[in-house]
């Protein structure tokens, strides 16, 4: 944007920012109004629930390598769902896959074994780790280019305190991240645990809309494949109907229904970021697999994705409500 574009002019507010999360987003104590920085995925809130079913939204066998770590949320790079490619070159890349999990978070999920890979440790640890990995040694100033391009030593605040038994009074103080198993750095992983409890839970909430009556045949006779099939030519014909198309398809179609969502319905960034994940996913790892192969799935694996499926379909229906 050019110093001459009047939008480069016009002040900017706290919901223009890229990370804007919404007025009380994440309740309880502590109110989180936006992440600051402008990342390719953001987080539903914390302590929904949401965090185990945004990486169970990945295969089975995918690991979470994070990349950045601000405001108390961690967003990573997602590899391994196909075991015949590399991780990503460019994690960042909008080709690649991300997804941003809160601390709390990850530290509920780890103490309940359904992820793997996470340690937690104080705030003095995770505050010492990160000036370590910025190139902080013992005795050494650091240096960094100020706006002028002149180096400037960098003033690190004071350590927090190491945690003393009284703190444990106040609750546990190991609420940080490292990812490391054993002392030994490690991606994250959904364990079996945790994907017997996301299956289960997903598909406990199958709800079968009216309008889909031949997916209640098609469950009520136990053909599973068809049954997500069904729901995948659903979700993209809702996609369509949404956006005025006859034909599109796939992550293309995902792709013009994401600017439609910023242009007609004015949704924020991070709430663009979040739909664009699920529907690349749903995609990707839901759709394409049932659309071109017969695969045979258990009841229950198969009612999940139904279910995740028509939870996303309900949204798209909601959207293209606010479009009419």
Not at 236 to 258: S, W
């Amino acid at each position: 944007m050019s110093d001459d574009d009047p939008a480069a002019c016009r002040p900017r507010g706290l919901t223009d920012h890229p990370g804007w999360l919404g007025w009380g987003y994440g309740g309880g104590n502590r109110i989180t109004m936006a992440i600051h920085a402008d990342w390719p995925a953001y987080p539903c809130e914390p302590r929904g629930g949401h965090a185990l079913f945004d990486l169970a939204q990945f295969p089975k066998g995918t690991q979470f390598e994070p990349i950045d770590d601000i405001d108390r949320c961690v967003l990573f790079s997602a590899y391994g769902f196909d075991p015949n490619k590399p991780p990503p070159k460019d994690p960042w890349s909008d080709d690649a896959f991300q997804v941003a999990i809160w601390h709390e978070d990850l530290i509920h999920l780890q103490k309940l074994g359904v992820i793997t890979g996470v340690t937690p440790i104080s705030e003095r640890e995770w505050q010492l780790r990160r000036r370590i990995d910025a190139g902080w040694r013992w005795g050494q100033k650091l240096y960094i280019k100020d706006d002028q391009g002149k180096m400037q030593p960098l003033d690190w605040p004071s350590l927090p305190e190491t945690p003393h038994e009284d703190d444990f009074y106040d609750g546990d103080p190991y609420q940080y991240p490292a990812f490391e198993v054993d002392g030994k750095d490690s991606p994250v992983t959904v364990t079996t645990a945790g994907w017997d409890v996301a299956t289960r839970e997903l598909s406990a909430s199958i709800e079968v809309p009216e309008s889909l009556p031949d997916l209640r045949k098609q469950l009520d006779h136990e053909l599973y494949d068809s049954a997500v099939r069904e729901v995948g030519i659903a979700i993209e014909a809702t996609l369509r109907e949404a956006l005025d198309l006859d034909d599109g398809y796939g992550q293309k179609l995902v792709g013009h229904f994401i600017h439609h969502l910023k242009d007609d319905v004015f949704v924020h960034n991070t709430g663009l970021k979040m739909y664009r994940l699920r529907l690349r996913t749903f995609f990707k790892f839901v759709r394409n697999p049932h659309a071109h192969h017969k695969i045979s799935l258990p009841e229950p694996q198969a009612l999940a994705l139904i279910a995740h499926a028509l939870d996303l379909l309900n949204d798209i229906q909601q959207f293209s409500d606010e479009m009419k």
